[in-house]
């Protein structure tokens, strides 16, 4: 003879009524003018943030007559590339998008390799000098020798008119160093680690065969903010690169704009503007469209990655 169990109902206090993700909540009319309000305010704050983004993006192979005149509101009117074409003519273009891709990259590289090893050995607790390291590390947050001492010091150093003058100065960042230690204290457990003492394994071990391949979120989100970083990095190849076949994507750029809107005449200067205008849409979609290539495919780790280690569990 079979018997079943039969689970009681949870127990409430008064006329309580149990969650039940199953069946659809009655919502008092507090709740629906609530839930209106946030919505409205996300729908108005989204879009914000993505109607200039679309502007630029018609206005950029639109009508340059149109945009100036405001008739582009939501859709391209007079589709026209020339402001494209006048951007990827210059060769120049090209160069400045080998030498950021290069340096974004390696950079990258560098930094997740320097990063990561110092994020771990500041999480363990055997580690006796960590807390006096992270406190020279976050010093040198708040504290810097500025830009002149910096320009001497990369010219003693031999760094200037170089790629490793973008990768070197930066190769690591304390805010990741402490984001990525924070998440090796949380969201790895010390289990593993006891676990791979028995079976023999050293802390290099350890760091390879175990701990990176559990961190692929906080890798993913480190490496797109050092990638970002590289990618738009626009003083250091201002300042301290003067050949112009070193020079990153967004000097290269910014000189282009400056000579289109350098060119104009008194008797054409308005037609000179509007050009000069649709070459500045252009090239803002030309600087950022690598970048949101590559962000959707990152997403899901860099939604995964923001929130580890955010809340001890």
């Not at 169990?5 to 659809?24: F, L, M, Y």
């Not at 020339?82 to 273009?93: D, M, S």
């Not at 504290?143 to 001497?152: D, H, K, R, S, V």
């Not at 003693?156 to 070197?168: C, R, Y």
Request: net charge positive; aromatic share 14%.
């Amino acid at each position: 003879m079979s018997t079943t169990t039969v689970t009681p109902a949870p127990k409430t206090s008064g006329d309580e009524i149990p969650w039940n993700k199953h069946q659809r909540q009655h919502l008092t009319p507090g709740d629906w003018v609530a839930s209106i309000i946030i919505y409205g305010l996300i729908t108005l704050a989204v879009i914000a943030v993505l109607y200039p983004l679309w502007f630029v993006v018609i206005a950029s192979f639109s009508n340059p007559n149109k945009v100036a005149a405001g008739d582009v509101f939501l859709l391209p009117k007079g589709v026209t590339f020339v402001g494209y074409a006048k951007v990827f003519a210059n060769a120049r273009i090209w160069r400045g998008y080998l030498n950021t891709i290069i340096y974004s990259v390696v950079g990258t590289a560098v930094n997740l390799a320097v990063t990561i090893p110092c994020a771990f050995a500041l999480s363990r607790k055997e580690f006796k000098p960590r807390r006096v390291i992270l406190f020279l590390f976050t010093v040198t947050m708040f504290i810097a020798g500025g830009l002149i001492p910096n320009y001497l010091l990369y010219k003693q150093l031999g760094l200037l008119n170089s790629m490793w003058v973008f990768i070197l100065p930066g190769a690591v960042s304390v805010y990741n160093v402490i984001v990525a230690r924070s998440f090796f204290e949380t969201s790895i457990p010390e289990e593993l680690f006891e676990a791979a003492q028995l079976d023999g394994e050293s802390y290099l071990g350890y760091f390879f065969r175990i701990v990176i391949p559990l961190s692929s979120a906080i890798l993913a989100v480190i490496g797109l903010y050092y990638f970002v970083g590289h990618w738009n990095d626009f003083m250091t190849g201002l300042i301290f690169i003067t050949d112009d076949e070193k020079q990153p994507l967004q000097v290269v750029l910014q000189q282009l704009l400056l000579v289109a809107q350098g060119t104009a005449t008194n008797v054409d200067a308005a037609a000179q503007q509007q050009a000069a205008d649709q070459i500045k849409f252009g090239i803002i979609i030309v600087s950022t469209l690598p970048l949101m290539v590559i962000y959707p495919f990152l997403q899901k780790y860099f939604n995964k990655g923001v929130m580890l280690g955010a809340v001890k569990g």
